[in-house]
């Protein structure tokens, strides 16, 4: 199976700030690699797909990168709003997975 | 506007059976391929299971092939899952969700997601 790894697990940051979480997969996915953002009791949602690619309706400020094993998501400037767990899933090879998560939270 | 509804979940005891449904409305659900993916209490999330738009092709994650089985009815734009000899660690938020249908595609629209506690 694919192993994903993120970093950080944690992540304390105030409104306005940049943030970069970085997700790195234990062999080469291509570009088949998604981020959702989960609010608590919440479904996820989609945010970024095929790596770099933002989805209908998901602000400017969230953007993706990366191929191959190395892959981040960007947040420009954090809204109220932002402050939720991020996973990323690889979606190259069956068994489909997940990164662990990263938790924003507000310092 | 695309809606998933999750139902089915509740309280079962280890080795019990239990049948989750997900309704399908504001898309040709003949069309997509659809998936489910678990979260433990307090834990990330597991993929589970993919059935394409036909439903002849499917895929299961090791920790329940063999005990588990999707299925759906397009006619009925309604996806299913039956567990069987439910295990304690099958204890999660179940969410059903639709796949987009670009090649090896991300799971755009998500079902709010039903409960299953399996407990003794």
């Known amino acids: 199976d694919i192993q994903l790894t993120q970093s950080p697990s944690f992540l304390s940051a105030s409104v306005g700030d940049r943030v970069t979480i970085t997700c790195r997969a234990s062999?080469?996915?291509?570009?088949?690699l998604a981020w959702y953002q989960q609010k608590p009791g919440k479904a996820p949602k989609l945010l970024i797909y095929?790596?770099?690619t933002l989805q209908n309706g998901v602000p400017s400020r969230f953007s993706g990168s990366g191929s191959g094993t190395q892959f981040t998501l960007t947040i420009s400037s954090l809204q109220p709003e932002d402050f939720a767990t991020y996973f990323c899933?690889?979606?190259?090879?069956?068994?489909?997975?997940f990164g662990q998560g990263t938790r924003l939270e507000i310092k | 506007e695309v809606q998933l509804l999750d139902s089915g979940g509740g309280l079962v005891q280890p080795g019990g059976s239990l049948r989750l449904s997900c309704a399908a409305s504001?898309?040709?659900?003949?069309?997509?391929?659809m998936t489910w993916v678990r979260q433990a209490p307090g834990k990330g999330l597991e993929w589970i299971s993919v059935?394409?738009?036909?439903?002849?092709?499917?895929f299961y994650a090791d920790s329940v092939k063999g005990r588990f089985t999707v299925s759906r009815d397009n006619s009925k734009n309604t996806l299913y899952l039956q567990m069987n000899s439910l295990r304690v660690e099958d204890t999660a938020v179940y969410y059903c969700?639709?796949?987009?249908?670009?090649?090896?595609?991300?799971?755009?629209?998500w079902g709010q997601g039903t409960l299953a506690t399996v407990t003794s």
């Open positions: 059935i394409s738009y036909s439903g002849t092709t499917i």
């Open positions: 095929a790596a770099s």
């Open positions: 062999q080469d996915i291509s570009s088949y």
């Open positions: 504001g898309f040709t659900f003949s069309n997509y391929a």
């Open positions: 969700a639709k796949r987009s249908p670009e090649v090896a595609g991300s799971f755009d629209y």
């Open positions: 899933q690889q979606l190259n090879t069956y068994p489909i997975t």
